[in-house]
């Protein structure tokens, strides 16, 4: 390869490699890596060869590559891998090289600085820039903005790659709407599902905020609302920040690639199918106002009469024990096995919901719904669950644990397959 700073260019001589001629079974790729440029990066290029973008680079580089592409192989000699784990390094000192990128914007790309803009030169994903600072920060410590003081920066600026995370058109454009025209709005003209938005939004913003309501002890400085509708409310008030939240929701709604739709809940409930929900915003939408207490993996909640299934596909060591290590997997798009909890018999009440789809204590029909994640965190922070739809028991086998395979009222897409079809081979 060519040394270049271009992620294109770097990628153009990759596709040229992988070009298909008679005979050709493999690509190998010689990348001669050196220590005289100290400020090249090699993070977008690293990131752009894995089959997970989101995947930890440096844990990346340590382990050999694990998420590299089905039949790709990379591999770093010591000192190579030395070198790349060192710019590694350097590079969470990303701030500073953010702030010179953005003052000398203008003059290296000949357009008008914006955050989508800024993105696509440099190649960036919106949360490399928010795990840095706000971009209404970064603009004045580039001298491209004027100073400002609000209340509320530093809790926006901790939930900036939660709010990131966001992912449903119907609750982006709610909040949108509220954030730009508060006044249009009061608590109670709202449906029962806006509330639930808004409470979701909250505990997205200042994940203490519940607590009292779930009787835990609150935190100190932690805040509390009359309602949610009210901290929409403040950090309309502030400049800064409505424009920040506003920037942040607008990016995400623009770059949303999977079509989402509302599942058929059969009451007020803003969860929409192959979107992602944080385990609170989950339990808030389903009209749980103690999501904190909410910890383990299965929750049955006979106000609504829904089973939650909450699956981690990648369950390291240090992090489940042996007893809550489930085997989660996805067999095709409509199929997906799973493991109960260790107590659960078939002859249960729960083992038996699982299998009929039916409450037998309160006797009416209990819908089942199917949570999934890759794993437990990334280098963004907690990753959030995708939402795959309904499920029914097709068959069962075993007890303590249950061993199910569940049919989905709808396909798992393609983007998840491609996840949970690597794991369970």
């Known amino acids: 390869l060519r040394p270049t700073q271009s992620l294109t ?51 990346e580089v340590e382990e050999g590559f694990p998420e590299a592409p089905k039949g790709c192989y990379i ?71 004027a100073g400002f003081a609000e209340q509320d920066e530093e809790d926006i600026a901790k939930a900036a790659l939660r709010l990131c995370a966001i992912d449903s ?78 920037r942040i929701l607008s990016y995400r709604l623009d770059h949303i690639d999977f079509i989402d739709e509302e599942p058929g809940w059969g009451f007020p409930c803003p969860l929409d199918l192959h979107c992602q929900y944080s385990r609170d915003q989950i339990f808030l939408a389903l009209g749980r106002k103690d999501p904190q207490n909410m910890r383990q993996g299965v929750a049955y909640l006979r106000d609504c009469h829904v089973d939650v299934l909450l699956n981690t596909l990648v369950k390291s060591d240090k992090e489940f024990s042996p007893e809550t290590r489930y085997e989660d997997y996805s067999i095709d798009a409509w199929h997906f096995h799973w493991q109960s909890q260790n107590k659960t018999t078939p002859e249960s009440e729960t083992g038996r919901r699982y299998q009929t789809g039916w409450d037998p ?46 049919k989905l009222d709808a396909p798992i897409p393609a983007r998840f397959i491609q996840k949970t079809a690597r794991l369970a081979g």
């Open 361 to 406: 204590k309160d006797k009416v029909p209990a819908k089942i719904a199917l949570f999934v994640r890759e794993r437990k965190a990334d280098q963004y922070g907690t990753q959030a669950y995708t939402f795959l739809g309904f499920v029914h028991c097709e068959s069962t086998s075993g007890s303590r644990p249950m061993n199910i395979v569940w």
């Open 75 to 145: 591999q770093l000699e010591r000192v190579a891998q030395e070198c790349v784990l060192e710019s590694l390094k350097r590079a969470r000192g990303a701030r500073a090289r953010l702030v010179c990128a953005l003052a000398s914007f203008q003059e290296d790309a000949g357009e008008e600085l914006t955050l989508e803009r800024f993105c696509a030169f440099h190649h960036l994903d919106i949360r490399d820039i928010l795990k840095a600072g706000l971009w209404e920060r970064l603009l004045v410590e580039a001298g491209l903005a």
């Open 9 to 59: 260019i770097f990628m153009q001589q990759l596709g040229r490699g992988l070009r298909l001629a008679p005979g050709k079974e493999c690509l190998t790729v010689l990348d001669f890596i050196g220590q005289q440029n100290r400020s090249y990066d090699f993070a977008p290029k690293l990131r752009a060869l894995l089959a997970h973008p989101s995947a930890s680079l440096r844990a």
């Open 169 to 246: 058109r119907r609750w982006i454009r709610f909040l949108l709407a509220v954030l730009q025209e508060p006044g249009r709005f009061s608590w109670d003209m709202l449906t029962a599902e806006q509330q639930r938005m808004l409470d979701m939004f909250q505990i997205t913003v200042w994940p203490d905020s519940f607590r009292r309501q779930a009787h835990m002890k609150t935190r100190e400085g932690s805040r509390e609302f009359g309602n949610s509708l009210q901290c929409l409310e403040e950090i309309a008030a502030e400049p800064h920040m409505a424009r920040e939240v506003n």
